[in-house]
């Protein structure tokens, strides 16, 4: 049973950058489009981007120029990391497994906890 | 950036309710939807993908239909387990994707 679980700061100053990692289990990271997601307190969930194992990435573009995915295959891990952040960024982070291996933007079937990220000084 | 409604917002229903939820999107998607169900303080989970296909282990109480624009999400007999917030996906045209705003069913 594949598992995620995300780690990192639950508290970013504003204008700083956010940093997390999802780290996978009982499955490789190889041969999946992975993805992070997330969900501001009381909204609705909003798609950050994906990564693949190999390194390709693609992103919201409402994100683009402040987010990186990263991926380290060898520890099963994947990073996320959006700059200069602000009030707005405060959210549940949820790292996500991509469904199908051939296609990187459908639906997510194994998801990560998630975590609070709050933006605040 | 396609836009997906869902009505109603919150549903109140009893157990044994026979339930329906509509989502729709702003142009066609053809049959590219998904359904999730989400608990307070707990992860998505993937109920129904390609409009219609449940995924494993989802009980058959479920079930997804709809083409193009109109979708619909049923829960034949409402258990005590389903009380929670669902949502729908698109991904047909993406990036990026994208996500209804949740419709929470709550007990009557």
């Known amino acids: 049973q594949v598992q995620l679980q995300e780690s990192g700061p639950g508290l970013v100053k504003p204008s700083e950058t956010l940093s997390l990692t999802c780290t996978v289990s009982?499955?490789?990271?190889?041969?999946?489009?992975w993805s992070w997601i997330r969900q501001p307190p009381g909204k609705t969930l909003e798609w950050i981007g994906y990564?693949?194992?190999?390194?390709?990435?693609n992103y919201n573009p409402s994100l683009r120029s402040r987010v990186t995915i990263s991926v380290d295959t060898s520890k099963d891990q994947f990073s996320l990391k959006l700059s200069s952040v602000t009030a707005a960024d405060t959210a549940i982070y949820y790292c996500?497994?991509?469904?199908?291996?051939?296609?990187?933007?459908?639906?997510?079937?194994?998801w990560g906890q998630g975590t609070l990220v709050t933006v605040s000084s | 950036d396609i836009q997906m409604t869902q009505s109603p917002s919150t549903l109140s229903a009893s157990v044994g309710d026979r339930v329906t939820i509509t989502c729709r999107a702003s142009?066609?998607?053809?049959?590219?939807l998904a359904w999730y169900q989400q608990k307070p303080g707990k992860a998505p989970k993937l109920l129904i993908y390609?409009?219609?296909s449940l995924q494993s282990g989802v009980p058959s109480r479920f079930s997804g239909s709809g083409s193009g624009t109109e979708f619909t999400l049923t829960i034949s007999s409402l258990q005590p387990d389903d009380f929670a917030t669902y949502y729908c996906?698109?991904?047909?045209?993406?990036?990026?994707?994208?996500f209804g705003p949740g419709t929470k069913v709550d007990i009557k």
């Open positions: 996500a497994r991509v469904s199908d291996v051939y296609n990187p933007t459908t639906y997510f079937d194994y």
């Open positions: 009982g499955g490789s990271i190889s041969s999946y489009y």
């Open positions: 990564i693949y194992y190999s390194g390709s990435t």
């Open positions: 142009q066609s998607i053809s049959i590219w």
């Open positions: 390609r409009a219609s």
């Open positions: 996906q698109q991904y047909n045209s993406n990036p990026p994707i994208t």
